[in-house]
C-alpha cells in the first residue's frame, strides 16, 4: 500500500520568512495529493490541492509544487504569520471514476510562527 | 464550519461501557470516512462508507462497530474499549461516487479518552 513520509516534524519560523514542508510517496499510481491544516480543537481542513496533470499550484500566499518523477511535493508558505501556526499534513490518494477514495496521510508538521 | 458535525465533543469512558460517537454530514455527500488520531501518529483510516455500505475496513478491532444508516449519518459504537483506545476520533466526507475528483472534509473530532 501506499506509504506517505513527512518532514520536518517541528518546525518555527519568524513572523514574515517562508516555510516549507516536504512530502515523499512510494506508489506511484497516486494522482492526488491534498495538504490540510489542523489548529488545535479543530478537524482537519483542506487548504490546498495537486493533482499529477500540474507541477506547481498557488492559491495567494500558499503553493505546492509536485515532482512525479521523484515522488515528492512540497508545501510553500510565504509572508508566514501567526495565524499560521498548527499542524500541517501532506496526504496522497488514487482518484479515478468510482466510489470512495483512500487518503493516505503524513505524520504531520507543527508549525509555529514567531512574532 | 466544515458541513459535518460530531457529537460528543469530549467523551470520557470505563473500560466496560458502551458508548456511540456520532457524525453527521450537511453537505450532500454519499462516501462517509472514521479515522483515528493519536499523539505523534499519521491519521489512521478506519472505516469508509460509500452510498451506506462499507468498503473499507482497514483491520479495525470489533470493539469498534459502524453503522451508516444513511447517506448524511455515521455513527461508531464502542464498548470494553482499552486506554490505548483514547484518542481523537474524526469523521470525514466527500463525494465519493459519479466524480474523479474528490475532496475530504473533515468534522471537529471527537476526544474520547478510556480509563
Known amino acids: 500500500g501506499e506509504n506517505v513520509e513527512q518532514h520536518p516534524s517541528t518546525l518555527s519560523v519568524q513572523e514574515g520568512d517562508s516555510a516549507v514542508i516536504k512530502c515523499t510517496y512510494s506508489d506511484s499510481a497516486s494522482n492526488y495529493f491534498p495538504w490540510y491544516k489542523q489548529e488545535l480543537g479543530k478537524g482537519p481542513q483542506l487548504i490546498i490541492d495537486?493533482?499529477?496533470?500540474?507541477g506547481e499550484k498557488k492559491d495567494q500566499r500558499i503553493a505546492v509544487t509536485l515532482n512525479k518523477t521523484a515522488k515528492h511535493f512540497s508545501l510553500h508558505i510565504t509572508e508566514t504569520q501567526p495565524e499560521d501556526s498548527a499542524v500541517y499534513f501532506c496526504a496522497a490518494s488514487i482518484e479515478g471514476w468510482g466510489s470512495a477514495r483512500q487518503l493516505t496521510f503524513g505524520s504531520g508538521t507543527q508549525l509555529t510562527v514567531l512574532p | 464550519e466544515t458541513g459535518v458535525t460530531q457529537t460528543p465533543r469530549h467523551l470520557v469512558m470505563g473500560m466496560t461501557n458502551k458508548k456511540s460517537l456520532k457524525c453527521e454530514q450537511h453537505?450532500?455527500?454519499?462516501?462517509m470516512y472514521w479515522y483515528k488520531q493519536s499523539a505523534k501518529k499519521p491519521l489512521e483510516l478506519m472505516f469508509v462508507?460509500?452510498?451506506?455500505?462499507?468498503?473499507e475496513n482497514n483491520s479495525v478491532p470489533s470493539r469498534f462497530s459502524p453503522e451508516c444508516p444513511n447517506s448524511s449519518h455515521l455513527f461508531l459504537h464502542l464498548h470494553t474499549l482499552q486506554p490505548e483506545d483514547s484518542a481523537l476520533y474524526l469523521c470525514?466526507?466527500?463525494?465519493?461516487?459519479?466524480?474523479?475528483?474528490?475532496?475530504?472534509?473533515f468534522g471537529p473530532g471527537t476526544r474520547l479518552t478510556v480509563l
Open positions: 495537486i493533482r499529477s496533470n500540474v
Open positions: 470525514a466526507s466527500s463525494q465519493g461516487v459519479g466524480v474523479i475528483t474528490d475532496t475530504q472534509y
Open positions: 453537505l450532500g455527500h454519499n462516501a
Open positions: 462508507y460509500s452510498l451506506e455500505e462499507r468498503v
